[in-house]
């Protein structure tokens, strides 16, 4: 009798496991299938393009902390945000270059919106683009770029946690996730892509066409794996994109805010 109900126990148990593992597994293919939604407030429709998910949003951020959330929001109500100058953003931007070591770097451009300040890096060397920062306008931080400069980015993001982080060699809360991934350089990748740059207009403007009526797109930046693009309506500057470098697919870039002005460096 007791070697019968053992058996019965094992049996039940096994059952159980597989069962996990199962759901474990149906969750794990769910989470992938929709790809960046429950982090960055995103996920794919069926325009090849990414849009805001239902978890997209400003207001209230996680803890109801400043800075910007992981849903791809800001922490506090922008209505009130201080507005940042172009000297403020690039001394921010500076501070972070700073920390990389790295003299390759340089910033290439500065825009200030009314949610804060963004930043694009590049190579001097090769005059391709490094990566992307914003600059919060009440801490006058620099951070990576949510989006897809942290998912595309194949040289100076992903595993290259000394880009993503700062150089601070510490991950997210202060040293918990992927501590130790401190990388003395930036990964050795290619810059060629099977999406020309000449695609990626054409792919950018047609998600524009079918979603901003009368916007169009301007010249694209090149990164290591897509290209970042600002589009105009009505001669003025109205919002950003970026285009997957090998897919085309889009990605609308929607926490930027209202476009206040801009500088090119040389």
Do not use: C
């Amino acid at each position: 009798m007791n070697k019968i109900l053992s058996t019965t126990l094992i049996v039940l148990a096994v059952i159980a496991l597989a069962a996990v593992v199962f759901f474990a597994g149906s969750m794990y293919a769910r989470a992938n299938a929709f790809g960046p939604s429950m982090m960055f407030g995103y996920g794919w429709n069926n325009n090849n393009a990414y849009g805001p998910s239902m978890m997209n949003g400003r207001g209230a951020g996680m803890m109801n902390g400043r800075g910007p959330s992981m849903m791809g929001g800001y922490g506090y109500n922008t209505a009130n945000l201080p507005v940042l100058t172009i000297d403020q953003t690039k001394a921010a931007a500076e501070k972070y270059l700073a920390n990389l070591n790295n003299a390759d770097l340089e910033i290439a451009e500065v825009m200030i919106f009314d949610n804060g300040g963004y930043v694009i890096v590049k190579e001097s060397s090769t005059g391709i683009g490094a990566f992307e920062l914003l600059v919060d306008p009440v801490s006058q931080t620099a951070y990576p770029e949510h989006g897809p400069n942290m998912m595309w980015n194949l040289k100076y993001s992903g595993t290259n946690h000394q880009y993503m982080m700062g150089g601070r060699g510490y991950g997210m809360m202060g040293g918990g996730m992927m501590q130790g991934w401190n990388s003395a350089a930036p990964l050795d990748v290619s810059a060629e892509m099977t999406v020309t740059p000449e695609q990626a207009v054409e792919y950018a403007q047609k998600y524009l066409d079918a979603n901003f009526a009368g916007a169009t797109v301007e010249h694209p930046t090149q990164f290591y794996g897509y290209y970042t693009l600002d589009f105009e309506k009505d001669g003025k500057i109205a919002g950003m994109l970026s285009v997957n470098g090998y897919s085309g697919q889009v990605f609308l870039h929607t926490w930027h805010g209202t476009f206040i002005e801009e500088t090119e460096y040389e």
